[in-house]
Structure formats: C-alpha cells, structure tokens
C-alpha cells in the first residue's frame, strides 16, 4: 500500500500527541483517519484539532470495525493493552501498542503467541531504543568489545511526578486502574533497554516503598539487584520523588568502565583486560593503565516519531521492525519479577511463577481501600484479572 491509514484507540496524553504528530505530517506514508475514546469530552478536541478529516468513534470495537484504518495506534491504560492488541489483529489490522506490553507476563504471552500466527505488523512503542548512545553501547557488549561484563548500576531518578500528576487520572498509581507506578509506567523504557543492552538475569532481588513520596498506593521507590548466569550483577535504582534527579547508567567491565550520562558515553579503557593482568602481574599492587576516550555516536535520536516511520515502513515495505510488539514481554518480566520479590520477599528466579504474580496482584486488587482524589478520568478497570 502507497498510504497508511491510521486510527488512534484512547486520546488521553499520548494519543492526543501521536494524533499532532501525524498531523504534522511528521510521519511520512500515513494518514490519521480515525480516532476513539470513551470520554466524550476529548471529542470536543478533536473536533478543534483535528477534524474534519479524522472520524471520531465512541468505541474501540466501532473504530475497527469502520474500515477506516489499516492499522491502529492503542495508547489506553495498561491492563487493556494485551486485549485491544489481540482484537486489532484480529481483525486483520497492523498495530502499534503503547509501552508497556501489558500488567502481567501471562496474557501478555498469549497476545505474543496469537500474534506470532498472524501477518500483520505488531510494534511497541519503546522510542528510547532510538537514542544513538544505547544503540552504540548494545552494540559494544554484543560484538566484546568490552569483555566481559562484571557489573552494571543504571540510578534513574529523573522521573520525577508531582502528586497533581497522579491526581489527574483516576487510573495512575493504583493495583486496579495502572496495576504498579513507576516500573509499569516510566520504568518501561529503561527496563527494555536493560533487557535489549544486557540480556535477562537468572534471578532478581528488589526492595521497594509504596507511596512512600506521594498519596499513591503502589511504588514509588524502587531498589532491584540482578544476578546473570555469568556472574555478572546489576543494581536498578529508580522513583518519581528526588528532583533533581539523574540518569546515569555504569557499566564494569574487563576492559574497563563505560558511563552513559546527558547523552555521551565516556569509557576509561584499559589497556589489556583485567582478567589478563590480574593472571599476569607479579608485583602486588597495580592495575592496568587506562585511557579516558569519549565514545562517538552516530545518528540522531527520533523517539516517537522515528519508531512510528519504522512502523509505516514495516507495514509497507517489508523494513524490520526497531521494536518488534513481541518484545515487550522482557522488560515487563523484570518489573513483575521486582514487583513478585517485594511481595513474598524473597528472590525470584526467571522465568517468574506467572500464576503466582497474579494471584498476589489480585489480591491486592481486591483487599485495597485506597481512596483516590481525581481531577483525570477514571478508568472502568475493576475486578480481577487472569
């Protein structure tokens, strides 16, 4: 097909913001033909800033029933990312779903099987796979250039969120409407670069307070330590509560010391790998000289809009996908498996026990007698899910 024709399923924050980008005409090959909500409020934008070329739908079902679109955008809460994912590729539609995958490993692996049998075009929206200092460093540890790795400490603390934030829907920061706080909704994107950089550990450890900084009820401070097959150990710090906060992600290795931090790599490179010289030097104290070099980066970073044009270009042409909607289920395995050490408060192991992650979600859902003030919408997710 020459064109794309482009429905947005939820207008809230990021539809609103993937609907101007296309009206831009930021992303090439593509038309916004449609959009759904079921806030009636959000029509009046969309009348404002959209129409009159965009339909508006009341209904996700409605809007992919239309014939209007050959592909769709979900950008809804979490817990219907998996089964608006699924029906849209039922229906024989192409689909970009918004991060993350889903809650829970368990039906979001039931959306990768089914996906997997279809012809259609699956993508997430994971836009910080765009940025050329994290493609640079997956692409140093894949090819050993550092060696091995011996440790890797990634402080994200500049998420910060004012409690007017989770004020402002009714769905943020609760076990039924979000199912988690800053893991399921900022935390996505670096536990999917972890994951993509790294590889998957074999068992994890995590501590974490809930709203120990804001009238929330799920976490808003998390400390996590990983442990690989290889030896190697991570440490995962992240929250919205510290401004200013700081993005610095280190990494130890034979071949010295890398730090990713303001969009530069800056690697303190040895000269011959530690493991060489510890087997070979013979006058007690001393390391291996090292130079300090500031690593360089091709291309720019696109974010969104990059990750929608590689999206079009999959669907037209056949291009690889930069984040294939399959992928999604990694970064989502390490922050249930956080979320399933802080509940029983032990290690956990991966594969996670899914059925016990639910359960132990479940309950929370049910024994909650959280009471949140909310300016925002509220979401109709209630019960319990499997």
């Not at 699956?122 to 550092?146: D, H, W």
């Not at 330590?225 to 130890?252: C, D, H, K, M, Q």
Request: one cysteine or more; proline letters at 4%.
């Amino acid at each position: 097909m020459n064109t794309v024709r482009i429905g947005i399923i939820g207008m809230g924050g990021m539809g609103g913001s993937h609907a101007t980008r296309m009206k831009e005409g930021r992303v090439a090959n593509s038309t916004l033909t449609a959009v759904c909500d079921i806030d009636p409020a959000r029509r009046e934008w969309v009348r404002q800033n959209l129409a009159p070329t965009v339909a508006w739908f009341d209904s996700a079902a409605a809007l992919m029933d239309s014939g209007a679109v050959d592909a769709v955008i979900i950008t809804t809460p979490h817990y219907q990312h998996p089964t608006l994912s699924r029906k849209a590729l039922e229906k024989g539609l192409h689909v970009m779903c918004e991060k993350p995958a889903g809650v829970f490993t368990k039906n979001v692996r039931e959306l990768n099987a089914f996906a997997a049998r279809q012809d259609k075009v699956f993508g997430i929206m994971f836009n910080q796979r765009t940025n050329p200092a994290y493609q640079k460093i997956r692409e140093m540890v894949r090819s050993g250039e550092l060696g091995s790795i011996k440790r890797i400490v990634w402080l994200v603390t500049n998420w910060y969120r004012p409690q007017s934030y989770y004020d402002n829907g009714g769905w943020r920061a609760t076990w039924s409407g979000e199912g988690g706080a800053v893991l399921l909704n900022q935390d996505p994107h670096q536990l999917d670069l972890w994951q993509w950089m790294f590889g998957m550990p074999k068992r994890v450890r995590a501590f974490m307070a809930f709203g120990k900084y804001h009238n929330i009820e799920c976490e808003d401070d998390v400390t996590a330590y990983l442990e690989y097959e290889g030896g190697a150990t991570g440490l995962f710090v992240t929250g919205t509560g510290e401004t200013p906060g700081t993005n610095r992600l280190e990494i130890s290795c034979d071949m010295g010391k890398i730090v990713v931090e303001d969009k530069k790599i800056l690697f303190w490179k040895n000269e011959m790998s530690e493991r060489e010289f510890n087997a070979t030097w013979k006058k007690g104290f001393g390391s291996p000289k090292h130079i300090l070099e500031e690593v360089a980066c091709e291309g720019i970073e696109t974010g969104h809009v990059g990750v929608l044009n590689n999206w079009v270009d999959a669907i037209r042409t056949g291009a690889p996908l930069l984040v294939p909607g399959i992928e999604g289920i990694n970064g989502l395995t390490l922050s249930n498996s956080f979320h399933l050490s802080q509940w029983t408060d032990n290690w956990v192991d991966l594969p996670i026990n899914e059925d016990l992650f639910v359960e132990l979600l479940n309950q929370r859902i049910k024994e909650s007698t959280f009471v949140k003030n909310t300016a925002g919408r509220v979401m109709d997710v209630t019960g319990t899910f499997g």
